[in-house]
């Protein structure tokens, strides 16, 4: 069977678990790709290593069964027992801890030592072969899933939603446990002579096989019911072991629709690469351009271009001196009154904005400068050349005098005089309305 369609079964038994039993299956694949290349370092070890106990499955020898890759360890323990499997007692009385130990040695460096073993012994050491993974033979990540589906309202739903989850596993997991609970269901059946049955057998096996507490933890109520719960999963798999891991009839008729008739849904297709353990590559879109709606390309990084020369803004120097001189403030630049300006023009609002009140915040300073020197210089002024000044207009002989138009009123000339008469200091204005008398 290919990888995609094992895969394809696995969703559909996922999705079926989600729509009939409202029993969610977070990161079921996940270890796909992991388990490919630790399969592989596996393999090198293992060509090095016969250690059997705390090791993973993966680096393990095993033997081709009919339902798959099976350690061979688990494959002679399973074989001594069942030529014993009458045996009073089996998996429930523990064998001798010394002998355990012998054993154990014997197997780790490759010695055939089971078929002069005792029964007892053997169904010892196949519970500390379980409880010695590296990770539990049924997934940490499953196992919330298994107990939610043991509290389903009705038997039959138990029993479906459990076998649907046993769908899920990972394909050494699924070999490994399938080969196991079909041994432990030929066990079971001979209970009248063993007296264990499949309760009694899941009771004994369900914290080896989902690696439940160290036996250290204090019993309360709630560690009671999580231990029950664990046992009646064991329990389906051991009443059910012909059915494990197989998908029911009417889901395996929408697998090939899935596969190539009928393309998955978008929905489907991201579910499964979402827990299939691979990253899923980031889709990079190119964007779409309509007539209707433009698309300004803002660059990453603000570019000014270059102001206009000499920072003229459009006024020549010698016209900002007079404005400067004359108003005491600087012009502000076009750009701020400009319409054509876009988002990616050179400057930013902010950026004209905070140049517009730096400018401004000169600028006052500069007109309170500008307006105390004129106010002394126009008092040095007045002092020294006051008279040829304010004479001067009146003579007529001035260039600005005779630039004005020739026909100025009384009333206009008098206002113009008294004027200048009200801006010169005391003792001119004495001066003058002397001279005025005298005339």
């Known amino acids: ?77 399973c074989m001594k027992l069942l030529a014993h499997v009458d045996t009073e007692g089996l998996f429930r009385k523990s064998g001798s801890v010394v002998r355990l130990k012998a054993l ?32 539990p033979v049924l997934p940490t990540d499953l196992q919330e899933a298994f107990l939610k589906a043991q509290q389903l309202p009705t038997e039959e739903d138990r ?31 001979r209970s009248a002579e063993n007296k264990m049955d499949s309760s009694n057998l899941s009771v004994i096996l369900a914290p080896n096989l989902l690696h439940c507490g160290d036996g250290t933890e204090k019993m309360n109520a709630n560690t009671e019911k999580r ?19 197989v998908l029911p009839q009417f889901l395996l008729e929408k697998v090939p629709a899935m596969m190539g008739c009928e393309s998955p849904t978008h929905h489907e297709l991201e579910e ?9 590559k980031p889709r990079r879109s190119l964007g779409v351009f309509s007539s209707a709606t433009p698309v300004i390309a803002t660059p990453a990084s603000k570019r000014k271009l270059p102001l206009e020369s000499g920072h003229s803004f459009g006024f020549s120097n010698k016209k900002r001196r007079s404005v400067k001189k004359n108003l005491g403030i600087e012009l502000l630049p076009n750009t701020l009154f400009s319409g054509t300006s876009t988002p990616g023009s050179a400057y930013s609002a902010s950026g004209v904005l905070d140049t517009s009140q730096n400018i401004l915040s000169s600028a006052g300073r500069s007109r309170r400068q500008s307006a105390t020197s004129a106010r002394r210089k126009s008092q040095r002024l007045s002092n020294r050349h006051a008279v040829n ?51």
């Open 159 to 189: 029993t479906s939603a459990t076998m649907l989850l046993s769908c899920v596993l990972p394909d050494k997991n699924l070999c490994v446990l399938h080969y196991f609970f079909d041994f432990l269901h030929n066990v079971a059946q």
């Open 227 to 245: 231990l029950k719960l664990q046992a009646a999963v064991v329990h389906c798999f051991i009443e059910n072991a012909p059915s494990f891991g």
């Open 104 to 135: 154990r040695a014997k197997l780790d460096v490759g010695e055939e030592c089971l078929s002069a073993a005792l029964p007892c012994d053997v169904a010892g050491l196949v519970k500390q072969f379980f409880r010695e993974l590296p990770e």
């Open 389 to 439: 000044r304010d004479l001067s207009p009146l003579a007529g002989d001035s260039p600005r005098r005779r630039a004005q138009p020739a026909s100025v009123s009384p009333k206009r000339r008098s206002s113009v005089q008294q004027f200048c008469l009200e801006k010169l200091n005391p003792r001119v204005q004495s001066t003058l309305v002397n001279l005025k008398t005298t005339c």
């Open 1 to 77: 069977m290919k990888v995609m369609e094992k895969n394809v079964m696995r969703l559909v038994a996922v999705q079926q678990l989600r729509a009939a039993y409202g029993i969610k299956t977070k990161n079921w694949n996940k270890n796909k790709a992991a388990s490919c290349k630790l399969a592989a370092s596996c393999k090198l070890a293992a060509s090095s290593s016969t250690k059997v106990f705390g090791v993973p499955l993966e680096s393990l020898p095993y033997y081709n069964m009919e339902c798959g890759s099976v350690p061979s360890f688990l494959v002679d323990a």
């Open 272 to 280: 499964l690469d979402l827990n299939s353990g691979m990253k899923r």
